[in-house]
């Protein structure tokens, strides 16, 4: 992502008028404020947060939180300012309902969920989770973290795709077993009546789909 002062500039006017920038904050400030976020200047973020610059405002480009950038731009020195700011919103989704814990997932970034779950984010949530996230992307340790932190194995998405669907998918044989091990339910379908092998099959993964159709069989669910 690449962000310019001119480009932030041109946001500050509907910024304001929706309310995302605390009375406290100029224009110039909310500008600034995303600037030092995508460079990872944790000096500059903090001292607009001491100024009264609510750690929360939202840009108006994907609706990121300056918590959310960091994590898009692998800001860690930023991502820990904001972690301890007062009133952070762990829980603040961007226009496309991610979170802060699921674009950590997703970056494959183990220290930022380990952090963000210490500070009390939540793991389950209706629709696409961070345990999906963490799947789609094969990252094992993310997601034993996450089945240790109780997030709910075969939570479905909004046309109920799980995540040893999303496994499958992206050919994480590893994940799969461990979904599996820990009890994913591979018979489940989605809206489209897709199950895993078939997520494996379409994107031909045919290890996973034939692993998965001799495990059915074997207990005898196919």
């Given amino acids: 992502m ?8 041109s946001m500050i006017p509907a910024a ?19 600037l030092a976020v995508a460079i990872d200047d944790a000096r500059s973020v903090k001292s607009l947060i001491a100024r009264g610059l609510d ?15 960091a994590l898009r731009e692998d ?14 919103d762990l829980e603040a989704k961007t226009r496309n309902g ?24 939540e793991v389950n949530r209706p629709g696409w989770t961070p345990l999906h996230y963490a799947a789609a992307i094969g990252h094992n340790e993310i997601v034993q973290v996450l089945l ?3 997030a709910y194995i075969d939570a479905e998405s909004p ?22 091990d820990e009890g994913a339910d591979a018979t489940l379908r989605n809206d ?19 692993g998965l159709t001799s495990r059915l069989r074997k207990a005898g669910k196919l």
Avoid at 16 to 34: H, I, K, M, N, R
Avoid at 103 to 109: D, T
Wanted: charged share 25%; glycine share 8%; with cysteine.
């Fill in 16 to 34: 304001a008028v929706l309310g995302f920038v605390s009375p406290a904050a100029t224009a110039g400030a909310y500008e600034d404020f995303f």
């Fill in 148 to 150: 240790d932190k109780s």
């Fill in 159 to 180: 046309n109920k795709t799980t995540p040893l669907m999303m496994a499958a998918r992206g050919g994480h044989i590893l994940t799969v077993k461990l979904l599996l």
């Fill in 75 to 88: 800001a860690m020195r930023v991502f820990d300012v904001l972690l301890e700011a007062p009133n952070i």
């Fill in 55 to 69: 750690p929360n405002i939202i840009e108006p480009e994907r609706g990121d939180t300056g918590l959310i950038l």
């Fill in 192 to 210: 489209l009546g897709m199950n895993a092998i078939d997520f494996a099959a379409r994107n031909d993964h045919r290890d996973i789909a034939d």
């Fill in 98 to 121: 991610d979170n802060a814990l699921m674009i950590a997932c997703f970056k494959k970034n183990k220290r930022a969920v380990d952090a963000l779950l210490a500070k009390g984010a």
């Fill in 2 to 9: 690449s962000i310019g002062r001119r480009h932030f500039l």
